[in-house]
C-alpha cells in the first residue's frame, strides 16, 4: 500500500467523509432545491450551476483526502468554501435579503471543520509507542 494512504479511515478521516456528504447535499440543493432569498443572492453573482460544481468538487476532494495520511488539502477545501459561503452570505445580509442565522451557520461551521483539522489521529489501541520520536 502506498505510504500516502492509510490502511483504514480514522477520526480525521472520517470526519472529511462527513464533510463531504454536506458538500454534496448542499450541492445538490443548490440545483434542486426550492428558491429562496440565499440561492437568488448567491445567483445573481455566479449561475448557481457554478457554485454547485464548485460543492461538488469540494466533496470530492475531501472524499479522497481522507482515505490519506496528508489530508490537509481536504480540510483546507472544506474550510475554504465555507468561508466563502459564510462571507458572500455576510455581504447578502448588508446588500439584500439573506439571513443572518446563514452567516452564523456557515462561519461557524468553517469554524468547527477548522478545529477538528487541528486534531491529531489518535494512536490505535495496543500500538507500540515506544518507538516514537
Not at 98 to 103: C, I, R, W
Amino acid at each position: 500500500m502506498s505510504p500516502m494512504c492509510r490502511p483504514h479511515v480514522g477520526y480525521r478521516g472520517s470526519s472529511l467523509l462527513g464533510f463531504a456528504v454536506v458538500d454534496f447535499v448542499w450541492a445538490t440543493y443548490l440545483v434542486v432545491g426550492p428558491a429562496n432569498s440565499t440561492r437568488q443572492w448567491f445567483a445573481a453573482v455566479v449561475p448557481i450551476g457554478w457554485w454547485a460544481g464548485v460543492w461538488a468538487l469540494v466533496g470530492v476532494v475531501c472524499a479522497v483526502f481522507a482515505f490519506r495520511h496528508d489530508d490537509r488539502h481536504g480540510f483546507e477545501a472544506a474550510i475554504g468554501i465555507k468561508v466563502v459561503w459564510g462571507l458572500g452570505c455576510l455581504i447578502g445580509w448588508v446588500m439584500a435579503d439573506v439571513t443572518l442565522g446563514a452567516v452564523g451557520i456557515w462561519l461557524g461551521f468553517a469554524w468547527f471543520v477548522w478545529r477538528i483539522s487541528g486534531w491529531p489521529e489518535p494512536h490505535p489501541v495496543g500500538e507500540d509507542r515506544s518507538r516514537e520520536p
